[in-house]
């Protein structure tokens, strides 16, 4: 039976009749419903409706809950941007200020160790030319003291240059 024939009494065709007459009254019902199970059907009717407005409620509470919170984590995040972008600003001039505040001296000691190279490197110069000069003078004099041919001279001349040439590429590759 439906709910409706529940709550209003069912149709004359659903009645089942002790006895052949077509008398209500005089018939007896097979399935009765008492008072008390009709309001326990109109109350579960009713408290179905309320479970599902409170799922709604519910349901409508937790996305609003969820908006909130994103509202508050976009917040939050430029804030720190802003923050952030706040003390790169500070930054920024402090590190003008220590360019400015560094005094010759300053800049004399940070540069110490390229002053450094640059010095070996023009003693290794200095010596390099010392050298030249040296060999220079004895090769000269080898040459002016011996009877040499023309031939052997120009080895001897052409040798020296050559000599530096594989001593230096000996030294670089090590």
């Known amino acids: 039976m439906t709910d409706l024939n529940l ?11 002790q006895g052949g007459s077509n008398d209500r009254n005089e018939g007896v019902y097979t399935s009765q ?6 309001h326990n059907m109109a109350s579960n009717n009713d408290d179905v ?3 599902k407005q409170v799922q709604q409620q519910m349901q409508q509470h937790l996305q609003q809950q969820l908006q909130q919170q994103m509202q508050q984590q976009a917040h939050q995040q430029a804030e720190q941007h802003t923050k952030e972008n706040i003390q790169m600003q500070k930054q920024e001039p402090q590190v ?3 360019r400015v505040e560094n005094n010759f001296m300053d800049r ?12 070996l490197f023009s003693l290794v110069i200095v010596l390099g030319i010392s050298i030249d000069r ?10 002016g003291d011996n009877v040499l041919t023309d031939f052997q001279e120009f080895i001897l001349r052409i040798s020296y240059p050559i000599s530096i ?4 590429w000996i030294f670089k590759a090590v």
């Open 7 to 17: 709550l209003y009494g069912p149709d004359e065709s659903s009645l089942n009749y």
């Open 108 to 119: 004399m000691n940070m540069k110490r160790s390229e002053v450094i190279k640059l010095a």
């Open 96 to 98: 003008a200020r220590k």
């Open 49 to 51: 409706a309320n479970e």
């Open 165 to 168: 040439f594989l001593l230096l």
């Open 33 to 38: 419903i008492s008072g008390k199970q009709l």
């Open 134 to 143: 040296m060999l220079t003078h004895y090769i000269a004099k080898y040459i």
